[in-house]
């Protein structure tokens, strides 16, 4: 048959192509050309309208449908439900429409909105949902022929509506779980909506609304205007929305203010306008608390540190830090400054301590930390002391460490903490005092070794010698004495001075006197050089003779030390009205004004090519200067290097 004839069934996309390309003498709807033209025009308007239409015609309800309803049938089911009875395309759930299709073919209509419909259409069951009527087709006699299925099919957005449930649910269970409270603001009339948790905190019943201005009232006071600012500008356009901030709730349910952290975001229409203004509201009072109280010990040990006069070593002290799981290493700012490293990067225990230890300690501190890490060896007690070597300004550097490590449960090392401090001056010292040592029984051993010499010349000779001979070793002997006499005092006076106990013992004496013996006594000892004396009438003066001796000595033999053999020193006595002035001048090496002032130092030396050769411990001038100090007075210099020096004190007259 021409498809062309039926021309009622024009249109109708790929349903009205199907349509027209029917074996209609097969079909029980017969020839169009027969049929009525009610039902032309139907199946006219069923092809052509938007809607999803079915027609279910006869008493076996045999369909014919449009392109908006083929999707509802799948895959599964067409082609086969063209030309096919409802009862077979939707066997499924024939039990629930079979009965309603036979009521509309009494005359009933059915309607139900978001009917769930489970359909075998694309493969697999699936829960459908529609929108649908049933109604009757009639005929010109009022008979009904058929029935007319109009249908929107509402799955996607069923399942969309019931996804949102879902997400709105776990969101929820979210919410409940991490204990938040949850608010959303409208910004028209500053009323907001609050979950359960966040009315009990506001101190609200649960079926109230809220109103903005009112809820602010628990806010603690001194938050309160920070905190309505803070609410203000996030609904401002440029401020991008954002709300973050902190207060305290004061609710008189609960005996203490609650800390809480508010957070949210407000939302803007195109006219910059905010619309929505919504958030969470976190309880952090315990987490505050533990940091305040964190903060408060942290403040009273900074008190009680400042108070002590420990805090001078805890600024000194510096801080290391071990992970050993994660293996990175932290220094404070005082332990890079003990590495010589001047930069605030990260240190690794390879590159900066491990290179940081001089070669010499480097094994011997390698090996004790790697028993520090063996529990049952050391119990992970730390306590050594090694030299640094500078990485940025090659100072060595003597520190002492002390740390602990830490273990789990495996007693395998987990942390290692500790802390370091600079030694470097009190192993000077202590180095210094060994080589003091080694000087002085040095120097002991000159006069000892002379005077030995001397007895035992004297025993061989003793029999058959001449009266000149023996004196003149005698005064040898003497002199070498007393020069080891002067030695040992200068060391019983400069441990008496360190314990504070060099005492004095005053006397009304002449000094012109004092020095005339000196001089007599350094004639005889210091051939090597021509002594000058400028002596006095009598110097009544009231002080410690034998110290007073010691120091001018001192004076005089360092003139004699440090310049060459046969020059001259001169020595000499002055009186004005009420002082007396004593002084030693030589043509020596000089002192340079760099090394003036430390010449009284205790061990103070000067080091160049000139007194290498000479020797000395430095404690002379040191002893010397506070026995003048104790007389009220002071050692002057003044000097030249290269031409000589003056030494000279001045002491009051005794009247
Ligand atoms: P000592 O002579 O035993 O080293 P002193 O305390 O008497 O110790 O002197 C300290 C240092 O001062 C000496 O080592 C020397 O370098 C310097 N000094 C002292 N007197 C003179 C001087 N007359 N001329 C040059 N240098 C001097």
Redesign the pocket.
């Known amino acids: 048959m021409d498809k062309n004839q039926h021309h009622f069934l024009q249109g109708g996309g790929e349903m009205g192509a199907l349509i027209r390309s029917f074996n209609w003498d097969k079909n029980p709807l017969g020839n169009p050309e027969s049929w009525s033209s009610s039902l032309k025009t139907l199946v006219s308007m069923m092809l052509t309208t938007n809607f999803p239409v079915l027609i279910c015609w006869g008493k076996d309800f045999t369909q014919l449908y449009n392109d908006n309803f083929r999707p509802i049938n799948g895959l599964t089911k067409h082609p086969d439900a063209l030309g096919g009875t409802a009862k077979e395309t939707y066997a499924e759930i024939w039990d629930t429409i079979g009965p309603m299709f036979e009521g509309v073919m009494q005359g009933e209509t059915f309607g139900f909105p978001n009917f769930k419909v489970p359909l075998h259409r694309n493969g697999y069951l699936e829960d459908c949902y529609f929108d649908f009527s049933y109604s009757p087709i009639r005929n010109e006699n009022g008979e009904t022929d058929g029935v007319l299925v109009i249908c929107n099919e509402k799955t996607r957005q069923v399942n969309a509506f019931k996804e949102l449930q879902q997400a709105k649910q776990e969101l929820d269970f979210a919410i409940g779980a991490a204990e938040l409270g949850t608010w959303d603001l409208d910004p028209s009339t500053n009323k907001f909506i609050g979950n359960e948790r966040l009315k009990s905190w506001f101190g609200l019943s649960a079926d109230e609304e809220i109103d903005l201005n009112k809820a602010t009232d628990v806010i603690a006071e001194e938050d309160r205007s920070r905190v309505l600012a803070d609410i203000a500008q996030a609904q401002i356009y440029k401020t991008g929305g954002q709300y973050d901030t902190k207060y305290h709730i004061i609710n008189p349910e609960y005996s203490t203010p609650r800390r809480v952290w508010a957070k949210g975001k407000a939302l803007f229409n195109e006219n910059k306008e905010v619309i929505r203004f919504s958030g969470i509201l976190q309880d952090i009072t315990s987490e505050h608390n533990i940091l305040q109280e964190l903060r408060d010990s942290n403040r009273q040990l900074e008190l009680a540190l400042e108070q002590s006069s420990l805090s001078k070593i805890a600024a000194q002290l510096g801080t290391f830090d071990l992970d050993l799981e994660k293996n990175t290493m932290e220094w404070d700012d005082r332990c890079r400054v003990l590495f010589g490293i001047n930069h605030q990067n990260q240190v690794s225990y390879q590159h900066d301590f491990t290179n940081g230890l001089h070669p010499d300690d480097r094994e011997r501190v390698l090996d004790m930390i790697s028993d520090v890490y063996i529990k049952s060896k050391t119990n992970g007690d730390y306590d050594v002391e090694y030299r640094t070597v500078g990485a940025e300004d090659h100072k060595i550097r003597w520190i002492r460490a002390k740390g602990k490590a830490y273990f789990d449960a495996q007693d395998k090392p987990i942390r290692f903490i500790g802390s370091v401090l600079d030694i470097t001056e009190q192993k000077s010292d202590e180095l210094r005092k060994n080589d003091f040592i080694g000087m002085v029984s040095h120097e002991l051993k000159t006069p000892l070794t002379s005077l030995k010499a001397y007895i035992q010349i004297l025993k061989a000779k003793a029999n058959n010698s001449s009266a000149e001979f023996v004196a003149d070793l005698l005064q040898r002997s003497e002199a070498q004495v007393k020069k080891m006499t002067s030695l040992i005092n200068g060391f019983l006076n400069i441990s008496k001075l360190e314990s504070g106990k060099i005492s004095l013992e005053k006397e009304d004496f002449n000094l012109t006197e004092l020095v005339d013996e000196l001089i007599a006594e350094f004639r005889i000892l210091a051939s090597s050089h021509e002594l000058v004396y400028h002596s006095c009438p009598v110097i009544l003066i009231n002080g410690d003779r034998d110290k007073l001796g010691s120091v001018i000595s001192?004076l005089i033999s360092?003139?004699i030390?440090?310049?060459p053999i046969g020059s001259t020193v001169e020595i000499e006595c002055k009186k004005t009205i009420d002082k007396a002035m004593i002084s030693v001048s030589?043509q020596?090496?000089?002192?340079s004004e760099n090394?003036k002032d430390k010449?009284f130092e205790r061990y103070?030396?000067?080091e160049n090519k000139n007194?290498k050769t000479?020797s000395?411990?430095?404690?002379?001038?040191?002893v010397?200067a506070e026995i003048m100090h104790r007389h009220e007075s002071k050692i002057q210099l003044e000097?030249h290097p290269g031409k000589g020096?003056k030494?000279f004190f001045e002491l009051l007259l005794k009247l």
């Not at 020596?588 to 002192?591: K, V």
């Not at 000395?616 to 040191?622: E, W």
């Open positions: 001192n360092n003139a030390k440090y310049s030589d020596g090496i000089g002192i090394d010449l103070y030396r000067v007194t000479i000395g411990f430095g404690i002379g001038l040191y010397s000097s020096s030494f």
